[in-house]
């Protein structure tokens, strides 16, 4: 056994470094196991998948023998919320409690950061939808003239949705890059100096993923190098690598060309044309395709059949990439006036390329790819999207001889970690399964209620309403209530909204849609008896504490709906390949996000819940059982006065 591996484990010790820093800390067997994979991984320049249930402690885990190794590092996790904390909270503390000189750095993706010109052009120039916008705009303002990172994150009283944002953060394409006037503020390459001179980066999977497909497109790389890469919520790698690796153009991009084009014909160009009367038919057709796909779709996928077959649909996207030539060949002339030009010239041909593209037919469509729409609040976008992604990571391990660690809470399908490791194109690794230090026998129960509806019936959210209703008043508050879709969130939101006023209750109801995710948290945390109902977003990365969250609700079972069109695209793949969708792809899936979705409850040793799946497939199918089986070993009843009386007697139970 090396010297690292040896100091790893002194680490964790009852008279190491971490024992020392922290009082409060104890030897968590799982946990030691965990930090000895993960060294022997960086040991050998391997690879390890490791599976460690809420609680095991997989943060410091990673972090003690990653800081220890003497190595570049690159720690990846899927959400932003965790990169922050992992940079200003978990790092600080361990790489202080072990005493290494480790210069740590953070990295995100362009769009995270504030851009000096953007910001010039945007005091000038941004004509904003609402008053408060404009009072977002003049926070950044101030923001910019005190920050150092530019991070927007830090930017207090600007929500990450706020529309303002687009027009003070650059991107890819409109970066003036060696020609910016700032070029020497520039907080992107500020952060990217940073992490070329660190031991260790925080990133994210999707700037790790973006700086993948740069390379297969023989692009220069975005990340620095590294030795050890460890992917933190490693269940997400796969569906954000099926997104990042293929083609896409979206409404929005279209949109911020038009209006950067709009923008410099007025500044330099005023002479050449109307640039009001050109852009606004062209902005105009791209309002009129997201209102006639639907107004109040806030989230929705689409083939690409059912999205041409949608009225008047086809017709305008045609009229859009003929607009597009057009305004390429008006523009065409100004390149020689300056490098502003060339590169809106660039933008609008690349685009028009894409779009023209994924309208093509006949041979251009790929049998590994699926071509299909992706519907927000304000945009649709047009994707390409591969298939099957594992050959893009087999081909990375291949190329890069270091350590590769994978972890997640939620990795494995009925205790086997082959799934994952398939979708990731892992061959052979090591292995490992650590369950949850937490007692899920005495400290929750899951109840799948006799008289349920089954999902398919009509009016099936109101009747789950009905159904659970006991259970929700014995909870009186401290609930979640987790849907499948976004329909569903605001049937169910409705259903309650009824009860709560016809019954005069004094809980509050908040709902995905109301305001950002973010604010709905803080509001829930601060509310005595708040009732959260949200779909997917909801699902995973939320960790309240306590009796604050003492009921969850999963209306279904979280199978992808089969006119999914990328679900629909993988299935056949598989059938094409003589496997079962089914039973490779559909449960697999649904239970990783049903096991997402239950690690919500139970967070630390003190808490303890209610988990009610109102879905009766969960023990009346045979499949059920590959499905609760995935899940922690709650004690499970089916008799809601059962779980009612559960929840009166722990919140009765005076507190230890």
Known sequence: MSDFINLVGHAFSGAGALKRAFPGFTVRQAQVEMANAVAQAIDASSAVVVEAGTGTGKTFAYLVPALLSGRRVLLSTATKT????????????????????????????RQNYLCHVQ????????RLPSSKEVDHLQRVKVFMGRTQTGDKAECAGVPEDSAVWPWVTSTKDNCLGGECPSASECFVNKARREALDADVVVINHHLFLADLALKEEGVAELLPASDV???????????????????AVSTAQCMELLRDILIEGRVSSADAGDWDAVIRPLDLLLKDIRRWVGVELEAARFTRSQFLALPKVKQACDDFGIGLERLIDQISPLSARSEAWVKLMGRASELCLRWQNWFSQGADIQADSVRWVSVSNHALQLCDSPLDVSNAFAKLYDANSKAWVFTSATLSVRDDLRHFRLQVGLDECEEMILPSPFDYEAQALLCVPE????PSESGFNNRLVDVLWPLLKASDGGVF????SHRAVKNTAQALKER??????????????????????????????????GAASFWEGVDIRGEGLRLVVIDKLPFAPPDDPVYQAKSELIERRGGNPFQELS???????LKQGAGRLIRD????????????????????????????????????????????????????
């Open 229 to 247: 890469v460890v992917f933190d919520e490693a269940h997400q790698l796969p569906d954000i690598a099926t997104n990042l690796l293929g083609q």
């Open 500 to 533: 709560v006023l016809a019954e005069e209750l004094d809980w509050q109801l908040l709902v995905q849609g109301e305001c950002s995710r973010a604010e709905l948290l803080e509001r829930y945390r601060q509310l005595d008896k708040p009732v959260l109902v």
């Open 605 to 656: 040793e003190q808490d303890w819940g209610v988990l009610l799946i109102g879905d009766r497939r969960l023990v009346e199918k045979g499949y059920g059982k590959q499905l609760w089986r995935s899940l922690p070993p709650f004690k499970r009843t089916r008799n809601l006065q059962a779980a009612v009386d559960f929840m009166l007697a722990k919140k009765t139970k005076p507190a230890v």
């Open 587 to 593: 449960i697999p899936d649904a239970a990783i996000a």
């Open 82 to 109: 965790l990169q922050d904390q992992l940079f200003a909270k978990d790092l600080p503390l361990v790489r202080q409690a072990l005493g290494v000189p480790v210069h740590v750095a953070l990295l995100k993706g």
């Open 119 to 126: 910001l010039e052009r945007a005091l000038r120039e941004a």
């Open 451 to 454: 008289q349920l509806p089954m």
């Open 481 to 484: 209530f987790l849907c499948t």
